[in-house]
C-alpha cells in the first residue's frame, strides 16, 4: 500500500471490529453446545458480513484478529485458533464477495433480489465455508471425535447463519437507511407494537406458569406482530422486532421455558435457532415487498402527476390553438367573404366578353383562395381537436342542389358537364361538416377533370344513402390510393406536373369521415375515372328544408322587401349592401344593434346578421328586434366565419338557417330566394 492511500482510520476501525467481534464472540460462546468452541448464538458473522459490505475488504484483518482472540481466550492452541479464524474471516469475505459480484448487492436491502440474495449467496452458502473449516479444524485438533462431524456441522452452520439473517439486516438498516421520521401517531403505534410485542414474548418464551415447553405452534403468535412492523415501519421495523424476539427467546430456551425447551441445551437452541433463521428470512422478504409497493405507489403518484400536467399543458396548448384558430378564422374570413361579394358586382357592372372572361379567372382564382384557406383551417381544427359534430337530419335534396349551384359555374368554365342525380331522402350527419366533405370531394373532381364531367349522385344503398362523386378525369394509380388521404400529397402525371392547392382536401375528407363514422370508399382507372364512395345513415325525422338553389334569374327579379343588414366590418356591409340592392331588394345597413334600431321605422322582410357584433352576437339581435316588434314576424339569415364548438353549437340550437364566411353569392342568393318568395 502506498503512503499516498494510507487511512489514518484504517486501524481504528480494525482495531474496534476485532473488539467488538472478540466481544461478542464471547458472548455466543456462554451458550456453546459443544465443548467451549460451537454455539447457535453466533453474533459475529452477522458483524463481519456488515464491516467488509461497508467498509471494504481491507476489514477482513480486523475479523481474523478478533476471531483468534476469542479461540485464545476459550484456551484453544495457537495452531487451532489459527485455523478457525481463517475459517471466519474467508466466510466474511466470500459473503461479501458474492453479494457484490452476483447479485449487485445493496445495502439497503430495499429489493427483493437483495434478501434473497442475502439469504441464500451469504446466510445459506458462505456460511458453509467457516463451518467446514471450523468443525475440520476441531477434529484435527482432537476436540471431538470423526463420528461428530455431521452433527457438529449442521450446529456451527445454524449459528453462523442466525448471525447474518438476524444480526446484519438491522446493522445494515443503522448504517445505510435514514432515520425514520415519525409523526405522533406513529411514534405511538411503534410504542404499542414493541411493548405488546415484549409482553407476547414474555408470556411465550420466558414465564414459566404460562410459557410451554416443546410446544413448537405457541411460537407463530409472534409472526402477525413481525408482519405489522414490517408493513407499517418497513425494514427498520422488522429487523428490529425479530431481534428482540430472538433475544427474548434465547433467553428463555436457555433458562428451559419456552416452546423450544427440549431435553438438552444443544436441541433446544437448535429449535430455536431454525426459527428465528426462518422469521429473520420472512420479516426482511415483508419489508422488500412493502418497500417495492411504497416505491411502486411513489411511482405511479409521480407518473399520475406528470400526466396531469402534461394533460393540463396539452389541454392549454389545445385551447390556444383553438382560440387562435378561431380568431384567425373570423378575422381572415372578412376580407375574403367581401371580395367574394364584390366579384358578384361586377358581373352586374362589367360588359364585354374580354371582360366577362378576366372575371371569370379572377371569381376562380378567389374560389381556389377560399378553398385552400378553408382546407388550411379545417386541419388545424381538426389537430386541436376542436370539431364536434352536431348530427341531425339533413336533406339529401338541399344539400346536393346547393353543391351543384356552388361548382356549376367553375365546372362550365372548364367546359365540362357537371349533372346532379338523386333521391330525396333525408340522412344522419353534421350538415356542415357533410357539406365540407362533398366539396372537397366535388371540388377535387373538378380540378382535375380535363374533359368530360362530373356526375354526382346520391342513392338508396343498404339501409342507407349512398353519395357518389363520379368523374372522367386523370385517375389514380392503384399504389396511390391509400396515400391520397395523407397531407400534402398529390398525385402528378407526367402530362400534368403543375399541381394545384395544399394537397389538404382528401386529408381533411378523410379525418371528417371518421370524425362523423362515415364509409368512404375510392375506385379509380388512370386515365379513365375515380368515383368516392360515401355511406351515410337514413334519417327517419323530416330536416329543416332550406333553399333549394335551383331558383332561376328571373325568381330573384321577384325578390321583394325590406332586408336588414347588420355587420361590424364596414367593407362586408357595403358589398353585400350594393349587391342586395343590386338585386333588387330595399336595404338598411348597420353596424350594430343601436344603429339598426336608428335607421328602423318598421320590422324587415329579412335580417341578415354577423354573428359576432362586438359586445353583443347576432342571436341576441334578433332578440331584441322581436322583443321591440312583438307583432311582426321576419325571416332571419345568420353569417358567421365562427368555428368554435361553442358558437357552432349556439348557432345550430338556434334554428336560424346559417352561412358560413366567405359566403359564394350562388348560395345567398338561393336561400334568400326560399325565404323572400
Known sequence: MKFSDFDPFFFARSAGLALLYFATAIAGLKYAVVGSTVTLVWAPSGIALVAILAYGYRMSFGIALGALLANLWMGLPILLATGIAIGNMLEAVAGAFLLIRLARFRNTLDRLQDVFALIVLAAILSTTISAFIGVSSLILGGIVSAGEYASIWIRWWLGDMMGILVVAPPLLVWLNRPRPIMSTMKL?????????????????????????????????????????AALRFDHWGATLATLLISALAILGTTQGTGPFALGSISDSLVGWCIFVNLLAATGLLLA?????????????????????????????????????????????????????????????????????ITLDKIEAAVAAMEHMFSSILNVSKLEAGALVPEVGCVSAKDLLNGLYDEFRHNAEAKGLHLRLHYRAASVASDPVLLGRIL????????????????????????????????????????DHLEAIFEEHFQVVSPLHECTEGQGLGLAIVDRLTHLLGHLLTVHSRPGKGTVFSLDVPCCQDTPAQGGSGKETQAEIGRMHGLVAIVDNDAMVLDALGTLLDNWGLSVIKAGGVRGLLGELKRAPNLLITDYH?????????????????????????????????????????????????????????????????
Not at 414459566?208 to 413448537?216: E, L, Q, R
Not at 399520475?304 to 389541454?315: F, H, I, P, Q, Y
Not at 314576424?633 to 366567405?662: C, M, W
Open 188 to 228: 405511538i403505534e411503534a410504542a404499542a407494537l414493541f411493548v405488546s410485542l415484549s409482553i407476547i414474548c414474555q408470556l411465550i418464551f420466558i414465564n414459566p406458569d404460562i410459557a410451554g415447553h416443546g410446544y413448537y405452534p405457541a411460537s407463530l403468535i409472534v409472526i402477525p406482530f413481525v408482519i405489522w
Open 288 to 356: 422488500a415487498l412493502s418497500a417495492a409497493q411504497r416505491r411502486d405507489q411513489e411511482t405511479l403518484k409521480i407518473a399520475n402527476v406528470e400526466l396531469e400536467l402534461g394533460m393540463a399543458e396539452t389541454e392549454q396548448t389545445n385551447q390556444a390553438m383553438t382560440s387562435f384558430i378561431a380568431a384567425a378564422s373570423h378575422d381572415l374570413r372578412q376580407p375574403m367573404h367581401a371580395i367574394s361579394l364584390y366579384v358578384a358586382l361586377l358581373r352586374h357592372e362589367l360588359a364585354g366578353r374580354e371582360a366577362l
Open 439 to 478: 366539396r372537397n370531394l366535388i371540388s377535387n373532381a373538378l380540378r382535375y377533370t380535363d374533359h368530360g364531367g362530373v356526375l354526382i349522385t346520391a342513392r338508396k344503398f343498404e339501409g342507407g344513402i349512398r353519395f357518389q362523386i363520379w368523374d372522367t378525369g386523370r385517375g389514380i394509380p392503384a
Open 613 to 677: 357584433l362586438g359586445t353583443k352576437d347576432g342571436l341576441e339581435l334578433v332578440n331584441t328586434l322581436r322583443h321591440t316588434y312583438p307583432d311582426d314576424t321576419f325571416q332571419v339569415i345568420i353569417i358567421t366565419g365562427d368555428t368554435t364548438e361553442e358558437g357552432i353549437r349556439a348557432l345550430n340550437e338556434s334554428g336560424y338557417p346559417v352561412l358560413h364566411k366567405p359566403v359564394h353569392p350562388a348560395r345567398l342568393r338561393a336561400l334568400m330566394t326560399h325565404l323572400l318568395l
